[in-house]
Each structure stands twice: as C-alpha cells, then as structure tokens.
C-alpha cells in the first residue's frame, strides 16, 4: 500500500497533528496522536510462518495516526528531560556510527571511484569465509552500534504498537516509513537512508556486479531488526516484556531460531547489533548458509560475532540457528528492484555496470516505487 507521506505543522511550540485512518469510535479527538495510540490494544503475534498478514486490518486502520505519534514521540524525545540515557538523544549520523576507517576509504571510492580502490577496500575490510557470503568485522563503530541499541530501547518503551519485523520473525521492529505498523521519526528515516545510499547500495553492486546492472535493480529497500533470546531450556518459551511499554505488540513466544529461507531481495545485509562482553552474550553456532548453487548439498555455519556485517544474495539460502544462550540484536536491510523485482539471472560482463556507476549518486532509491514486503 502507497499513502501519501506525512504532515507535521510546528505553529510557535504547538504541534498540529494530521489525524485520520482511525476507526476507532472509543479513541477521543481530544487525544493527541502520541497518547491515542498509546491507548490502543495491540494485537498478539504468534505464527512463525506466513505472518505477513497477520492483523492486517489493525495495521491498515492505525496507519496514519501510528505515524504521527512516532513523529510527536520524537519531539518529545528530543526534551533531554524526557529520556534516561543520560540527557541525551543520540545523533545516527555517520561521523558518530562507522568505523572511521572503513569511512575514510568509502569517502575516497565516492570521490575517485576504481577498481584498486574496490579492491583495497575488499582486502582492508571484507572476508569470504563461505562462498557468497561477505563479512566485515569493522563496519559501525562500537558508539555506532550503542546509539542504535539506544533508539531500539526508547523504541521498545515507547507505548507505540509495532508491527512484527516479517512474515517469519516475531520479535523486532519494521523501521519503515511506508509500511503500516512501521517505525517511522525523521532521525531514524535518515540513519536508513544515509546507510542504503552510501555504503549498502555501492558495497552491494561491488560484491555482486553480475546481479546489479542497472539503477532498477537495487532502487528500493526495506530495513528492520530482529530479537532472538534464549528461553531457558525450550525452543518456544514463554516471553516475558522488560519494556515497560504495555501497549506494544505482544509477542506470546520468544525467536530462539529462523528456519531455512531465501529473502525477497536482490541483496541483503545483516547487521549483528551485540556488542562484545556485553551482560546478555549469547552462544551458539548462530548462522548457516547453504552452497549457492542449484543444487546445495553442503551446509556451512558462520560465527556471527557481535559487531559483524554479514552481506550475501537474498536467493542464498539460509538460517538462524537455535540461540544456545543470552540475545541477540540484528539489524537487517533487504535492496531490490522496482515493485518487488528481483534480479535472478547474471547480466553478462559488458552489461555491467562500470566501478564508476557503481559509487554515482544518481542510483538513488526512488522513495515513491518502494515496495511493502507484507504485499509480496
């Protein structure tokens, strides 16, 4: 579903909310958008399968009063008073989240884009310990990596319904500003954007040229994070909330694991989002991949350590393994084509796209064709 984007008025220290797509009969005008849909009953995920329209209707008729309040949350979050980290709302802005170096060669790829330059940053930063599989150990900076653990916290006790992150994943937040039940304030739409745009779009049409050669095959994106937590013994234990937010939606059960699948993208990065001897380190083998060709028939495990960027094709097929203790944070971004397309046959070499195409600007996703994953 495509609406149109929000509106939010500042007139002098008020805020003006747009109201609408509320049918609610028992929620008050009065009310500010913030404070209605803290008021409203979130519905219950369980369905570890095909969950992609679970509660649909609620999302459907909340979705413009869910985003406003996200925008009048922020504001108030802004108020050094309002929140607990100590006085302070962290920036997501590059400077404070990538590793600096990493950033440094990044930067120069965008201003003298080359194969050597590609190639140095490859041997610099970048492993491939599983055929099609890419790993980086030094991607965002350990404050990076706090600062959005911060965001997900005030996230989790903001009162404010979330819709699971996907079909199969029960636990995490869509942070989306075009799907219902989405996550959506301007901090967090810019950490998304400036993330896909100057390191997630150019580092994937790098690893894989032969599946993106062309603007279209990687303009759109879809970006949320998921929560597994070992429950003490059985694979589907009971869920206790420590948010403090009781009108968040309610998971029954906790994500101790993600059976085998392939993603609806052309590529996908994850984001391992522990940070190292933290109080809730998990164990446990974490990742498996299967060979990337027609037939599979060996499976590699990959040792997901906190901090690590994981990128592969999202028809590589793969799984979470069953979390053996602790949790574990993930942020995960899927890029694909216009209208869900995604690129299955190799272009040929002359079709590629050049090392300077590659890191140009003008491959910006277009915002207006972006895909909800819940319509695939």
Partial sequence: ???LPYALVLLVCCVVVIRGKNKNPRL???????AQARALQAPQVISTKGGELDHLDFWNDHYILLQNAWKE???FNQNEEEIG????????????????LLKQRVRQLWKEPSVQGELDLQERFWNQPIGGVHTCDSFLSLQG??????????????????????GMNRNGFVLDDETEGGVTYLAMDAFRDWLIDDYLRPLGRMFFPEYIGSDEDDESSYAFTV????DGGSLNGTAKSNSGARNATTTAKRDVLLKEHSDASVITINVNLNLPGEETEYDGPQLLFLDDSDQPSQRHELEFQPGMVVLHRGLHRHQALPIQKGERHQLIIWLFGKDGYVRVAPYETEEQLSVTERWSKTAKSNRNNKLDPFEL
């Fill in 227 to 230: 929560h597994y937590q070992h």
């Fill in 28 to 34: 008050s005008d009065s009310l500010s958008s913030l």
């Fill in 85 to 100: 980290f100590n006085g302070h709302f962290p920036l997501l802005n590059e400077q404070n989240m990538m590793d600096p």
């Fill in 145 to 166: 990596i706090r600062f959005v653990r911060q965001h997900l916290d005030l996230i989790r006790q903001a009162g404010i319904p979330t819709r699971r992150p996907n």
């Fill in 1 to 3: 579903m495509f609406l």
């Fill in 73 to 75: 949350w922020e504001l």
